[in-house]
């Protein structure tokens, strides 16, 4: 699956930046990742860049609970994006901490931060299925509705 990010010139920007920045200091910077997965799952949701924008204005990074919301109902994101580089496949994913959310999205990127397919969980299945585990790996997300 490809993201065409030509439709947002400042995502577009985003990814380029970061990957430039990758080839010279040999890592991403940090938090690069989760928003791009927090503004593409905004998409997949319904949201366009224009309402994602206003939802958006006054939060603060470290809202307690979601990351935005769309149609009245709290999502909550974790995107993965692996280098390329040897080593660096995915194995482990993010876990939210609290179920303060309605939806919660997971996205997995390849190294060029295309998306590879992105799932999504409500909070009751989420939490009789992967709320239990320790640490959970894409074969536990891929157990939810695919978006991407």
């Known amino acids: 699956m490809t993201q065409d990010y030509t439709d947002n010139a400042l995502s577009s920007d985003l990814v380029r930046v970061a990957l430039e920045w990758e080839n010279?200091?040999?890592?991403?910077?940090?938090?690069?990742?989760?928003?791009?997965?927090?503004?593409?799952?905004?998409?997949?949701?319904?949201?366009?860049?224009?309402?994602?924008?206003?939802?958006?204005?006054g939060a603060t990074a470290v809202r307690k609970g979601f990351d935005f919301r769309y149609s009245g109902q709290r999502y909550q994101v974790e995107g993965n994006r692996p280098s390329g580089k040897p080593g660096s496949f995915v194995s482990r994913t993010g876990k939210p901490g609290h179920q303060?959310?309605?939806?919660?999205?997971?996205?997995?990127?390849?190294?060029?931060?295309?998306?590879?397919?992105?799932?999504?969980?409500?909070?009751?299945?989420f939490g009789a299925a992967l709320a239990p585990l320790?640490?959970?790996?894409?074969?536990?997300?891929?157990?939810?509705?695919?978006?991407?």
């Open 24 to 57: 010279k200091f040999g890592v991403a910077p940090q938090g690069v990742t989760g928003g791009v997965a927090e503004f593409d799952a905004a998409m997949l949701t319904g949201h366009s860049p224009e309402s994602y924008s206003l939802e958006m204005q």
């Open 100 to 125: 303060d959310w309605d939806f919660f999205t997971w996205v997995l990127y390849d190294e060029s931060y295309t998306i590879q397919e992105a799932w999504r969980w409500d909070v009751d299945a």
């Open 134 to 148: 320790m640490r959970l790996g894409p074969r536990d997300l891929r157990r939810g509705v695919r978006l991407a």
